[in-house]
Nanobody, 122 residues
Framework: QVQLVESGGGLVQAGGSLRLSCTTS????????IGWFRQAPGKEREFVAA????????YYADSVKDRFTISKQYSKNTVYLQMNSLKPEDTSAYYC???????????????WGQGTQVTVSS
């Protein structure tokens, strides 16, 4: 069974930074692409960023490009989402998910974590 556990959310002022973590098993980490999505109240879930299973390819939504960075730490089976220059519109529940191949569509991801809340105050 694939399990994904997110952490690192919290409250931050606009312009600040947070780093989210998504930890999974070793097999999942080396086999699956990992993506980050977010969902604000009353809105649909949207793609944020993704990284391929070997870490060689990354993909970002235009809204976060140049502000967010996705990366993998193999020694900890963890994917990070470094979020800089945060804006109030980044406020959402953030979810990590696993897929056989890197992609930006929600339906491509088979396994999901429970989410972590990010709140950016103005």
């Amino acid at each position: 069974q694939v399990q994904l556990v997110e952490s690192g959310g919290g409250l931050v002022q606009a312009g600040g930074s947070l780093r989210l973590s998504c930890t999974t098993s070793g097999r999942t980490f080396s086999t699956y692409a990992i993506g980050w999505f977010r969902q604000a109240p009353g809105k649909e879930r949207e793609f944020v960023a993704a990284i391929s299973s070997n870490g060689g390819t990354t993909y970002y939504a235009d809204s976060v490009k140049d502000r967010f960075t996705i990366s993998k730490q193999y020694s900890k089976n963890t994917v990070y989402l470094q979020m800089n220059s945060l804006k109030p519109e980044d406020t959402s529940a953030y979810y990590c998910a696993a897929a056989p191949f890197i992609g930006g569509a929600e339906h491509e991801y088979d396994y999901w974590g429970q989410g972590t809340q990010v709140t950016v105050s103005s």
